[in-house]
């Protein structure tokens, strides 16, 4: 059975009070100007401090998802492409970027984030077209949080002795980075910052449907006047990055996406010397307790799994509440996702954008019948989705049961399974009941059951009382099949760096 | 006349108790001039599921006693250790050792144990951070043990390998299979009976005893183990354990013996060591009044 939220309206106009006035409120379209971003035709390959074309003289077209308007083409680059970038970052490896002065290397990083401060708005207006999300999260999330990053690691690369007591630092080599679409700059910067600062050099694969942000950076990495070579960017698909993982002359693979491709990409480097890291998927508990603030909670559940349209693979996509707060709680929710404006996502008022991409929509959709199908209450907004473009209604399933696939395995997108409990241990016991181990929530007054929850959940980020935030100085990454190595904070080092 | 020698049988070490392996098979295990030294038990993959369920059982007991209280028993393990240093220099003799270098063998293993033992204390305070992000939360990010760990043993050197593989293991709250030295097995399953009496709890620790080629496939496919130590892997087999090991995405850990030497005391020794088998935890919290 599916109520949708027009019918809680009907209901409310029925019995006044049941639905917060908020929801029926209008906003007038505030557009984020266009006009002074300017997105090339075409985009090359960036190698060896210069733009490229690929050996194949393959190109593929990189749209809006949220209009389906092609913005540009990129380059296709081939296993060719890749020989050539690694000669090139190896090259500038052993001629120049382990030898320069570790303090000269921190300034060139710090030139990065100043350059990615000076051309945010550009950087947000390009990554809101490209990937879909709200403008007001890449401009105050995505590209600030790029920028303090590459700022942070800076700092680190003539300091590396104090991270590693008792230990030579060296640094690992040429390393393969292989990034997601959910937060393209900003997960180039997670990639690069570190592995920079400890003296590496890069070839950096960005995602196939969000490729623009990246050729943005590697313009900034130019104006940098970064030594040619230590930075190579190179666009593509699933055949660039094998390509990128099995050439022999890479010493580090690390790699953000799904936990599939991460076990791929495990098997392949095995039997080699290349070391590893692993951000993978997730799908983390969020636990309500009675005695949580509830109105604080359910903004928590909220920007849980519907920001950046659930595309985020710490999502808070299971969501446990413990069953004397489950009719509160469902009722303020059904409320807030009403609230949630769905649509342009450079409307500053867009709370939720386009998906990502075709393929991710129809994922999601077929997740969604399939809860469907296993019996659970689905609600969805019942918001006017734009014709054109790739959209997906906030939705969430109640009465999931702990097997059931909307429970069991990642969506990564705006649909939230709720479950209930009754004591901490049986949460425990659910929450920690998946093969992931990502990130979790926690919401409760109770300072001893804050530490006892974060202490017995079995994931690498807890978010107690709070939910999605991140900063460079705080490590993230996974437990179990959710991946292995941390990015960020001093433990972001430890990836790029050979100990002696 | 001369008294007979009572000879002693070698089982494996699960879950506390000493068991023969449920397959009832044996290997012959020699000295290095062929005379036969022991049948030890050529254990299976159900003895290794077992020792695996019991070092699930164990694990949250294990790491949620206090890191005083794992030293302790640490400690105490080096204690026993001593007591019985002349029964285990015998059996690494037996297998092939001088008298002195027996002795030296297992003044390692006891300075061993005694070292880890300080560091259970300690390497949450060098590894873990308060990090300083840029709003009103606490952060701050522990190493936790990564879970079930499972250790091939390297052939030599037998208990000192095997000391120096498990003890980061377990002093770091995880809880381990330990596949042991295929050639050389006596002294590494004595081992077993050092632990049951040093108040280790029931399943921290499992000695199986067997053959690696069949043994090693499984410990790197079991879907409940969470990292795995190639240090003991033969080098041509490796490949396929790495392989196996991303099922789950097990973590992967390989110590170099051969070439850095077990004698190393900056690195056949170190806390690294212990956060080979660790993961990372940050925990954000609001601040405010």
């Known amino acids: ?500 | 006349m001369t008294r007979l020698a009572v000879r002693k049988t070698y089982k494996l070490y699960i879950n506390g108790e000493f068991p023969r392996t449920e397959s009832g098979r044996f290997y012959p295990v020699r000295a290095n001039g062929g005379d036969l030294l022991a049948n030890a038990c050529r254990g299976s993959r159900k003895d290794l599921r077992n020792a695996v369920v019991a070092a699930r059982k164990a694990q949250s007991g294990w790491s949620g006693k206090t890191a005083y209280n794992r030293g302790q028993i640490l400690y105490r393990i080096a204690e026993v250790c001593e007591s019985r240093a002349a029964e285990l220099a015998d059996e690494l003799r037996r297998q092939g050792a001088s008298a002195v270098e027996a002795r030296r063998e297992i003044d390692a293993v006891i300075d061993r144990w005694v070292y880890y033992a300080g560091w259970s204390d300690k390497y949450a305070q060098v590894f873990g951070s308060v990090n300083p992000v840029a709003g009103p939360y606490y952060n701050f990010t522990v190493p936790e043990p990564t879970g079930v760990v499972g250790v091939v043993a390297p052939e030599e050197p037998s208990l000192l390998g095997l000391v120096s593989r498990i003890a980061p293991v377990i002093v770091g709250g995880n809880t381990v299979i330990a596949i042991t030295s295929e050639s050389k097995p006596l002294a590494a399953i004595t081992m077993g009976e050092v632990f049951e009496t040093s108040d280790v709890p029931a399943g921290v620790i499992n000695l199986i005893s067997g053959l690696k080629s069949e043994l090693v496939p499984w410990l790197a496919a079991h879907m409940d183990v969470n990292a795995i130590d190639t240090t003991g892997v033969a080098d041509e087999a490796v490949a396929k354990v790495q392989q196996t090991a991303a099922e789950n995405v097990k973590r992967v850990v390989h110590f170099d013996g051969a070439s850095i030497g077990w004698d190393d005391a900056r690195r056949a020794q170190s806390p690294y060591a212990i956060l080979d088998f660790q993961e990372s935890k940050t925990v954000w919290h609001p601040m405010g009044m």
């Not at chain 1, 382990?98 to 100043?114: L, V």
């Not at chain 1, 700022?151 to 997601?180: C, H, M, S, T």
């Not at chain 1, 909220?302 to 009722?331: D, M």
């Open chain 1, 1 to 500: 059975m599916t109520t949708t939220i027009t019918e809680l309206e009907t209901r409310e106009r029925l019995q006044p009070g049941l639905a917060s006035s908020s929801m029926l409120w209008e906003y007038a379209p505030s557009l984020e100007s266009t006009d002074h971003v300017r997105v090339a035709p075409r985009y090359e390959l960036f190698i060896g401090g210069k733009f490229v074309e690929p050996h194949s003289g393959k190109y593929f077209e990189t749209i809006n998802p949220a209009t389906e308007e092609r913005l540009s083409e990129v380059a296709e680059a081939d296993a060719e492409d890749v020989d050539r970038a690694v000669k090139e970052a190896r090259r500038a490896y052993e001629k120049v970027w382990r030898k320069i002065a570790p303090s000269e290397r921190a300034k060139y990083i710090f030139r990065i984030a100043r350059l990615i401060q000076e051309k945010s708005r550009a950087l947000a207006v390009v990554e809101t077209m490209n990937g879909g999300k709200p403008i007001k999260e890449s401009r105050d999330i995505d590209i600030p949080l790029a920028a303090a990053h590459f700022f942070y690691y800076a700092g680190w690369a003539d300091k590396l002795e104090y991270a590693f007591p008792n230990r030579n630092v060296a640094p690992v080599g040429v390393a393969g980075q292989i990034i997601p679409w959910n937060f393209p700059l900003l997960m180039a910067a997670w990639k690069l910052a570190p592995a920079l600062a400890a003296g590496n050099t890069i070839v950096l694969k960005p995602a196939e449907t969000t490729p623009l942000t990246a050729m943005l950076l590697a313009e900034i990495i130019q104006e940098a006047e970064l030594p040619p070579g230590v930075v190579n960017i190179l666009t593509g698909a699933g055949g660039t990055g094998a390509a990128l993982v099995a050439h022999p002359d890479v010493d580090k693979i690390a790699f953000t996406g799904s936990t599939d491709v991460g076990k791929r990409i495990q098997r392949a480097i095995a039997g080699t010397k290349k070391k590893l890291t692993l951000e993978l998927g997730g799908k983390a508990p969020n636990i309500i307790f009675e005695d949580a603030p509830l109105d604080q909670a359910v903004e928590g559940i909220i920007n849980g799994i519907y920001f950046n349209q659930g595309h985020v693979c710490c999502a808070g996509s299971r969501l446990f509440v413990q069953e004397s707060v489950v009719e509160p709680i469902i009722r303020k929710l059904r409320e807030r996702i009403g609230t949630l404006r769905v649509g342009n996502p450079l409307d500053k008022n867009t709370d939720v954008g386009a998906i990502n991409s075709r393929a991710q929509l129809e994922k999601i959709r077929e997740l969604v019948d399939s809860g469907v199908e296993e019996g659970a209450e689905m609600v969805q907004t019942q918001c006017t989705l734009p014709s054109r473009g790739f959209w997906f209604a906030p939705t969430f399933f109640t009465g999931v049961s702990q097997s059931s696939r909307i429970a069991q395995e990642e969506i990564f997108g705006p649909v939230l399974s709720v479950l209930t409990f009754r004591s901490p241990e049986e949460a425990l016991e659910k929450a920690n009941n998946t093969p992931y181990g990502l990130s979790a929530g926690v919401w409760t007054e109770k300072g001893s059951r804050i530490l006892k929850m974060a202490a017995k959940l079995r994931a690498g980020v807890i978010w107690a009382n709070t939910y999605n935030k991140f900063d460079p100085a705080s490590p993230f990454g996974g437990y179990k099949e959710s991946g292995f190595g941390r990015e960020g904070g001093i433990h972001g080092l430890g990836p790029y760096v050979t100990l002696s």
